[in-house]
């Protein structure tokens, strides 16, 4: 009996089928998650995963959900490598350790960045615990957490908090895909990552 064919006895299907998304993800990106393939992988016939996502567009929503919480681990790495916000140099080193976590993950896993932020979604799940990583907290809410920290400390103000967060995530993800897939692909890795450390500073000293 297949390891597959016995989770799926065990009524964990739906795991499964998220699994191997996310290995069909890490392989091709969002285009590589498709259904039939997904059950394949899991032992299953495709008609067994109609049972938990009405179409492929609900399998992909779910493998991202996945995949932003592996960018959340990715992050919380950095992160350990910095200490708390106690003041300001500190609260900007913190940011400073998002940005790196999340253009390090682009980097390391490009098919899991391609879906955890490269298809549609709906903002305000963002802080969803479909999303989170180990730490409990997704890639959204520890970005907002260190912006929080800027504002206790007073090195942001109080009134340019709010969407303060679409700021800072674009100007980083911008880069990561310019980087990807874009004519910034061709760049060796010294030059990418000296890039990405004044993007990042750029954030920090601009928001």
């Not at 996945?66 to 350990?80: D, N, S, T, V, Y």
């Not at 790196?100 to 963002?126: M, S, T, W």
Request: aromatic share 6%.
């Amino acid at each position: 009996m297949s390891t597959a064919r016995a989770t799926y006895r065990h009524g964990d299907l739906r795991r499964s089928l998220i699994e191997a998304g996310v290995a069909l993800a890490r392989e091709g990106g969002p285009d590589a998650v498709v259904l039939r393939e997904a059950t394949r992988r899991a032992g299953v016939s495709p008609n067994a995963a109609y049972r938990h996502f009405a179409d492929r567009a609900e399998l992909v929503e779910a493998v991202s959900d996945a995949a932003q919480g592996a960018a959340a681990a990715a992050i919380e790495a950095e992160l350990a490598d910095v200490p708390a916000a106690s003041d300001v140099p500190s609260a900007q080193e913190r940011l400073r350790a998002v940005g790196i976590g999340y253009l390090r993950f682009a980097r390391d896993e490009p098919g899991l960045f391609r879906v955890a932020f490269g298809v549609p979604g709906n903002l305000d799940r963002a802080f969803e615990a479909e999303k989170a990583g180990p730490g409990g907290s997704s890639p959204f809410a520890l970005l907002a957490g260190t912006l929080d920290d800027l504002v206790r400390f007073g090195a942001l103000p109080a009134e340019r908090r709010p969407a303060a967060e679409l700021l800072a995530w674009s100007a980083v993800h911008g880069l990561a895909m310019l980087v990807l897939e874009g004519p910034l692909h061709e760049l060796g890795e010294e030059i990418r990552v000296m890039a990405g450390r004044r993007v990042v500073e750029m954030v920090v000293r601009g928001i």
